[in-house]
T-cell receptor, first 113, second 112 residues
Framework: DTAVSQTPKYLVTQMGNDKSIKCEQNLGHDTMYWYKQDSKKFLKIMFSYNNKELIINETVPNRFSPKSPDKAHLNLHINSLELGDSAVYFC????????????FGQGTRLTVV | AQSVSQHNHHVILSEAASLELGCNYSYGGTVNLFWYVQYPGQHLQLLLKYFSGDPLVKGIKGFEAEFIKSKFSFNLRKPSVQWSDTAEYFCAVRTGANNLFFGTGTRLTVIP
């Protein structure tokens, strides 16, 4: 069983469209994250949620809206896609607390054309 | 604001060479430290972690890292690299229960 799963794995879409990426974890973790990895491999945290509550929102445009229907899911919806949104988006989860590691999904490669 | 620096952008080594990748962080409080590896086309996997205790921690695949609090550093080492170690390596810092900040990554290329 995949611990942290993201769908889709690849997403190609035109500028201006709205798209969603889904993330689910079956590890029973309370905290979930979204990261953006750009073409230079830089990993930037976008959001973190704890028990469906937004904890971190790191200067991400309002076009990005995370939604956590329950603590096992953290979906990422992106409105009015721009060329600069092209990247690999990683979902991750961890138990709550300092002494915990994060587990990552396989990533979603988003290409905006 | 906290930050994580990895000064080596791209390291190229021959097989059997020794490896040391630098990681420095800027945060004055308690931190937990991690090294993750990303093989080509794959997701991030944990190599090792430091929470407390012995500052020299051992991870998978022969990797180890040393936490030097006075230098705010957590350098990754391996005595003898293999071609299969070719990957992107990320240092990460947790300063609170719900965050995890990554460095810019170091690409390691091992030449057979």
């Amino acid at each position: 069983d995949t611990a942290v799963s993201q769908t889709p794995k690849y997403l190609v879409t035109q500028m201006g469209n709205d798209k969603s990426i889904k993330c689910e974890q079956n590890l029973g973790h309370d905290t979930m994250y979204w990261y953006k990895q750009d073409s230079k491999k830089f990993l930037k945290i976008m959001f973190s949620y704890n028990n469906k509550e937004l904890i971190i929102n790191e200067t991400v445009p309002n076009r990005f809206s995370p939604k956590s229907p329950d603590k096992a899911h953290l979906n990422l919806h992106i409105n009015s896609l721009e060329l600069g949104d092209s990247a690999v988006y990683f979902c991750a989860s961890s138990p709550t607390g300092m002494n915990t590691e994060a587990f990552f999904g396989q990533g979603t490669r988003l290409t905006v054309v | 604001a906290q930050s994580v620096s990895q000064h080596n952008h791209h390291v190229i080594l021959s097989e059997a060479a020794s490896l040391e990748l630098g990681c420095n962080y800027s945060y004055g409080g308690t931190v937990n430290l991690f090294w993750y590896v990303q093989y080509p086309g794959q997701h991030l996997q944990l190599l090792l972690k430091y929470f407390s205790g012995d500052p020299l921690v051992k991870g998978i695949k022969g990797f180890e890292a040393e936490f030097i609090k006075s230098k705010f550093s957590f350098n990754l080492r391996k005595p003898s690299v293999q071609w299969s170690d070719t990957a992107e390596y990320f240092c990460a810092v947790r300063t609170g229960a719900n965050n995890l900040f990554f460095g810019t990554g170091t690409r390691l290329t091992v030449i057979p």
